[in-house]
């Protein structure tokens, strides 16, 4: 009896083990599907836009060379403008690479973010100095705070005449930390910057499921020892997460 006893119980913890390898398998295998989608995602972005800048080229030539013949300098100075700006959201893009972008779950959520931001008109430019893979925070965490604060980026940016948010990855030597910092223009409306974190604040008319973003990122800081976050506002709005490396 006791043999048989001992035999059911080991059975049924191979049996939990194996169920808990298959999990894990099946969430690792999610994780690749959704870089593969994402980065598929970014790939097909990348290609229409040199399709569609290769298919204007000629035409900026020829309208280059209009401008010249009449010697108007206005003209080419426009015209220039508009090229350099399509060439920087081409090279902007390049930035979404899963090489540079190396955590699956931010390379997942700074893509979609990208197309979300697109679809409204906002221009979106990354600069990433930093291996993220090594930052000392839970890839959790970090998407979690992103999401919430791109959310608010694009929500406020959106609603702009100058659309425009700037998402920085970069490293403080002098005080041994990494900073993560999303910037974004906003409407000077009177945004009170030490009440943004609580409860149910928002700075929008319809308040129904809003406020909520800020005061669960707060939740986040509160449980680590080494995550910061520093709001300012001047010509953009900034959100400023602080990661200390002394962990």
Same mark, same amino acid.
């Given at each position: 009896m006791q043999f048989i006893f001992t035999s059911l119980i080991t059975t049924i913890i191979f049996l939990i083990i194996g169920d808990v390898f298959i999990i894990r398998k099946i969430i690792n295998q999610k994780k690749k599907i959704n870089m593969l989608e994402s980065e598929n995602e970014t790939i097909t972005m990348m290609y229409d836009n040199v399709r569609v800048f290769k298919h204007d080229f000629f035409n900026f030539v020829q309208a280059l060379d209009g401008y010249s013949e009449n010697n108007d300098i206005e003209g080419i100075r426009k015209m220039n403008e508009e090229i350099l700006k399509e060439c920087d959201e081409i090279n902007n893009m390049e930035m979404l690479n899963p090489k540079i972008i190396n955590d699956a779950g931010v390379y997942s959520i700074l893509t979609k973010k990208y197309c979300l931001a697109k679809k409204e008109g906002i221009t979106i430019k990354f600069a990433i100095f930093i291996d993220i893979s090594k930052s000392k925070i839970s890839s959790y965490s970090l998407c979690k705070i992103l999401s919430i604060l791109l959310d608010? $980026?694009?929500? $406020? $940016? &959106? /609603?702009? %005449? /100058? @659309? +425009?948010i700037n998402v920085i990855f970069k490293k403080?030597? #002098?005080?041994? #930390? /990494?900073?993560?910092i999303v910037e974004n223009s906003y409407k000077k409306i009177d945004i009170n910057i030490d009440k943004i974190f609580e409860k149910g604040y928002s *700075?929008?008319?319809?308040?129904?499921?809003?406020? !909520?973003? !800020?005061w669960n990122v707060r939740k +986040? !800081?509160? @449980?680590?020892?080494?995550?910061?976050? =520093? *709001?300012?506002? %001047? &010509?953009? =709005?900034?959100?400023?997460? /602080? +990661?200390?490396?002394? +962990?």
């Open positions: 608010n $980026a694009i929500e $406020a $940016a &959106k /609603e702009c %005449d /100058e @659309k +425009i403080d030597i #002098k005080s041994n #930390k /990494e900073l993560i *700075t929008k008319q319809n308040k129904k499921n809003h406020g !909520l973003g !800020l +986040i !800081l509160s @449980k680590s020892e080494n995550l910061n976050l =520093f *709001t300012s506002k %001047d &010509k953009l =709005f900034s959100q400023q997460l /602080e +990661i200390y490396n002394w +962990i």
